[in-house]
């Protein structure tokens, strides 16, 4: 008796392991943190400096299993009039025909088409990028940060990720090449992305 209870114990947490493991392995979907998202760029001006500036205000998804990441999605966009520089008159500038020709509603998009892993924690995603009505492909070099509950204590311990990416894309390639090679054609990207799923 104490050797069949013994084995339908043994059973049970092996059956209870297996489910709880299969559970974890389950994709989240996260939502991105407007507030802790960013993409800065930077170019160089004239030869004389670099020029940095930034995008913020996502909407967004990200699909992610960290046993399978390379199933995963990211799907993002990003208001063109979010973009800060600050200066206004270079913010108004780069807001006008000659680079972006921005209205109310014109949005950066980014939707991945594949993900490529790397190493333990990297990977390459793949993707389309709208700015400016144009689309072209690119590639971030990006790398997982963190996974799981969130290490803040009142975020009440909902499942959250962060990455950072970096890539390089041509102005030109987006209509958006004005005053090159004077003004760099050539714009380099740092992307900083939390997210967060919904509470257990």
């Known amino acids: 008796m104490n050797l069949m209870k013994s084995t339908a114990l043994a059973l049970t947490t092996v059956a209870t392991t297996t489910l709880g493991t299969a559970a974890l392995a389950e994709a989240e979907t996260y939502t991105l943190d407007p507030s802790h998202s960013q993409v800065m760029f930077s170019y160089s001006h004239l030869g004389l ?10 909407e ?5 299993d960290p046993e399978h990441p390379e199933d995963g999605s990211v ?9 800060f520089t600050g200066w206004e008159a270079r913010d108004a500038h780069f807001q006008s025909e000659d ?11 980014f ?6 892993v790397t190493g333990e924690d990297t990977a390459i995603i793949t993707g389309d990028l709208t700015v ?4 072209a492909e690119v590639a ?3 790398k997982l940060n963190f996974v799981g509950a969130h290490p803040n204590p009142q975020a009440g311990g909902v499942p959250a990720v962060g990455f950072t990416a970096t890539t390089q894309i041509l102005r030109s390639d987006f209509g958006a090449g004005a005053f090159a090679p004077f003004v760099s054609d050539e714009l380099d990207l740092v992307i900083s992305i939390e997210a967060t799923g919904d509470a257990e």
């Open 60 to 64: 967004g998804e990200i699909n992610f």
């Open 99 to 109: 680079f972006l020709g921005s209205a109310e509603g014109d949005l950066v998009t």
């Open 132 to 135: 400016n009505g144009e689309v």
């Open 140 to 142: 971030l070099d990006t």
């Open 111 to 116: 939707t991945s088409t594949g993900i490529e």
């Open 49 to 58: 400096s670099t020029t940095f500036g930034m995008f913020s205000g996502f």
């Open 75 to 83: 799907s993002v966009s990003i208001p063109t009039l979010a973009m």
